[in-house]
């Protein structure tokens, strides 16, 4: 008997197996009724049967083989995607959904070579049930991934939103102290509560922001028409102010005037900033750079210091990279290795561009942004 013709005739049996495995797969499977556990199995199970009895040209069977498989036009996801789905939404991990596929594969053949001791010219049909198999895995693992990741930056982004009220409150009290100037005692630890809320008030912006990149919407920026150089002239004031003992120097060439949104210009120069602090040489001079030229203007940060390996300037604007040695840097501590990723965001945002460059003599982060940038 053909196995397409087996896994329909036994398909009960099939199914039984499968449901028996599933129910190992605690806690995920505790509490879950016989049609949750079977979830999508015989439509899985339909999908590869009616596969197994379709011609296969070369470059398909090579193709499923890699779970690559075009996807159907008569329908929005397979039985193998939407059984990922249920599997994330239900509390299992990934290493649970591809134990289900492996127990599958092991059962279907078992129960097939045990029933009917297939003859050589049905071998084939092996190799072909294998090649389905990993079909429905790879697009169950893709959906199963999706779904994770989808889940996981909605958590990050309601956390961060709900954690916003009660911060404030906070960050209110302690200016409020702070102004009673109830001896120095009480000045002290209302300085304190002040400066952790403000960083707290940062990570939280960057975890905020990182969760809308995530999800595909993208850095919201709200433009108007402003001196870049009086901008950013502003922001190192404030970062003078925050990091005593550091000099910038400011470098202003050129028309300056351009339209974008002000307040996350100075958010991206504060991380480009706040990163030259962080791994430049701690007694050299930062220097910005803002340069108005025909239908751009630009800023370059510039710092010496170690030069950044190859192998780490080709991933420096990911998410949650950290430069070399940064376990051992002041205040890394407080950093979620997003802000070079934000910046980045920021200027795609306002359609321009960023890059880095590194060598023994100085690292050089260059912004490019249009002078009448497009809202995202």
Not at 9 to 15: F, N, Q, S, T
Not at 186 to 211: H, K, N
Not at 281 to 294: F, I, M, Q, R, S
Not at 352 to 366: K, L, P
Request: charged share 25%.
């Amino acid at each position: 008997m053909r196995l397409a013709q087996f896994i329909s005739k036994e398909m009960e049996a099939i199914l039984a197996e499968w449901e028996s495995f599933a129910a190992t797969l605690l806690p995920a499977a505790q509490g879950l009724t016989s049609p949750e556990l079977r979830d999508h199995a015989q439509q899985i199970l339909d999908a590869i049967a009616k596969d197994l009895c379709t011609p296969q040209t070369r470059q398909a069977q090579l193709a499923k083989s890699h779970g690559r498989m075009p996807p159907m036009i008569d329908a929005p996801e397979t039985a193998a995607q939407t059984h990922a789905v249920l599997r994330a939404r239900g509390g299992f991990d990934i290493n649970q959904l591809t134990a289900e596929y492996r127990a599958l594969r092991a059962a279907v053949l078992r129960l097939w070579l045990d029933s009917c001791g297939p003859q050589t010219d049905e071998l084939d049909d092996v190799i072909r049930f294998n090649e389905a198999i990993d079909q429905a895995l790879t697009e169950s693992v893709n959906f199963f991934t999706a779904q994770v990741d989808q889940s996981r930056n909605l958590l990050l982004g309601m956390l961060g939103h709900d954690m916003r009220s009660p911060l404030q409150t906070i960050q209110v009290t302690a200016h409020h102290l702070a102004k009673l100037n109830d001896g120095q005692e009480v000045s002290t630890a209302a300085a304190r509560l002040i400066r952790s809320g403000a960083r707290m008030q940062a990570l939280l912006e960057d975890m905020l922001d990182f969760s809308r990149t995530r999800l595909g919407l993208g850095i919201r920026v709200t433009q108007t028409s402003v001196d870049l150089g009086a901008l950013v002239a502003d922001e190192l004031d404030q970062l003078r102010a925050a990091h005593a003992g550091r000099t910038v120097k400011l470098e202003i060439t050129g028309d300056t005037r351009t339209t974008c949104d002000g307040r996350r210009i100075q958010q991206m120069l504060g991380n480009l900033v706040g990163n030259a602090f962080k791994y430049g040489e701690p007694t050299a001079d930062v220097k910005v750079l803002v340069a108005g030229n025909g239908g751009e203007v630009s800023i370059e940060v510039v710092n010496r210091g170690p030069a950044i390996p190859p192998s780490a300037l080709h991933r420096i604007f990911e998410p949650l990279e950290r430069g070399p040695g940064a376990e051992g840097k002041p205040g890394e501590q407080d950093s979620l290795g997003l802000g070079l990723y934000i910046a980045q965001e920021i200027v795609r945002a306002h359609r321009g561009d960023i890059n880095a460059r590194s060598d023994q003599a100085e690292t050089v982060f260059t912004v490019r942004l249009p002078r009448h940038s497009a809202s995202a």
